[in-house]
């Protein structure tokens, strides 16, 4: 099984609007650590906002919040007033503590800001 | 400047020519880690290591080596590339693997794009 899915493979947005992307994951592990990470067309890897399993507040990181939704194993990151610099892949993650700290990566989504 | 550093950033090889990419951070990180990145498969992690002299592997370690002589390496190994192990490669690196988020996020190199005819 996945352990991070990302069903949404493409999203556009207008600009200064929001944007919702998915994430679900799958562990049994108590202590696990969610992250999204962008990577423009550059192709860098840039660290956007985390979550910990037992964080009991959403987090915030300027324009980014993640919506931690633990019982259904979801951790959308939510991108408000979507700027042309948005336009990137997003990548979820999930760091399990019981298998001995390896990551997971989702597949992606390739979000496109229109202006 | 705080940074991880990979080299090369781009290698053409041939089928079974060893070769090294390397990975080093000078933020006196404990874990480290290898991943490359396919289209559509999004980032798988090849290789890890908490710390001095300890590997573990990752979803696709075949094909590959790894060794942690020194806190700020973290080199690359394959031994015989294959035209299947051609793909981007990025080296990460945390303070810890597990903690606060400005403890266990981790930052990435450049990448390394490798072609392996």
């Known amino acids: 099984a996945q352990k991070i899915t990302q069903t949404q493979p493409g999203m556009f947005v207008q600009e200064k609007e929001a944007v919702t992307l998915d994430c679900t994951y799958d562990t049994s592990d108590p202590s696990y650590g969610l992250f999204w990470y962008k990577q423009p067309s550059s192709g860098e890897m840039i660290f956007l906002i985390y979550q910990g399993s037992y964080d009991q507040q959403n987090a915030t990181e300027g324009r980014y919040s993640l919506n931690f939704q633990k019982a259904r194993k979801s951790a959308n990151l939510v991108i408000s007033a979507s700027q042309l610099g948005d336009s990137a892949m997003y990548f979820c993650a999930m760091r399990e503590a019981n298998t001995g700290n390896q990551f997971y990566f989702g597949t992606g989504t390739s979000l496109t800001v229109i202006p | 400047e705080a940074q991880v550093t990979q080299n090369p950033r781009y290698l053409i090889t041939v089928t079974g020519k060893k070769l090294t990419v390397t990975c080093s951070q000078n933020m006196n990180h404990e874990y480290m880690s290898w991943y490359r990145q396919d289209p559509g498969l999004g980032l798988r992690q090849i290789y890890y290591s908490m710390n001095v002299e300890v590997t573990d592997k990752g979803d696709v370690p075949e094909g590959y080596k790894v060794s942690r002589k020194e806190k700020r390496n973290f080199p690359l190994i394959l031994e015989s590339p294959s035209p299947n192990q051609t793909s981007l490669y990025f080296c990460?690196?945390?303070?810890?693997?597990?903690?606060?988020?400005?403890?266990?996020?981790?930052?990435f190199g450049p990448g390394t794009r490798l072609l392996v005819l």
């Open positions: 990460a690196s945390s303070l810890s693997p597990a903690g606060p988020a400005s403890q266990e996020t981790q930052y």
